[in-house]
Nanobody, 123 residues
Framework: QVQLVESGGGLVQAGGSLRLSCAASGGTFSAYIMGWFRQAPGKEREFVGGTSADGWATYMVDSVEGRFTITRDNAQNSVYLEMNSLKPEDTGVYYC????????????????WGQGTRVTVSG
């Protein structure tokens, strides 16, 4: 069983940056693909991107490609979402999630979820 705790959300002006963190415990972190998701007010949760278990490969959806970056530090059992050039449409609750397997580009199959951290982009 893996426990995930996100942090780093907040209020930021359009064009600004935030770095979200997700700390994992209770499992072998380096064995899991990690993903980031978000849910905007009144909308369904959507996949933002994923990273392979070793962190060498990442995938970002088109809407955030070039602005958001996923990194992970397996020694620290953490994954990060660096968000730059934020837009009001990036507002939402951001979740990290963990899954087994090899497909870091797939938004399905995630087994463990954090409680989310809220990001609000004004502008």
């Amino acid at each position: 069983q893996v426990q995930l705790v996100e942090s780093g959300g907040g209020l930021v002006q359009a064009g600004g940056s935030l770095r979200l963190s997700c700390a994992a415990s209770g499992g072998t972190f380096s064995a899991y693909i990690m993903g980031w998701f978000r849910q905007a007010p009144g909308k369904e949760r959507e996949f933002v991107g994923g990273t392979s278990a070793d962190g060498w490969a990442t995938y970002m959806v088109d809407s955030v490609e070039g602005r958001f970056t996923i990194t992970r530090d397996n020694a620290q059992n953490s994954v990060y979402l660096e968000m730059n050039s934020l837009k009001p449409e990036d507002t939402g609750v951001y979740y990290c999630a963990a899954r087994t397997g090899h497909s870091y580009m797939t938004p399905t199959g995630y087994l463990y979820w954090g409680q989310g951290t809220r990001v609000t982009v004004s502008g």
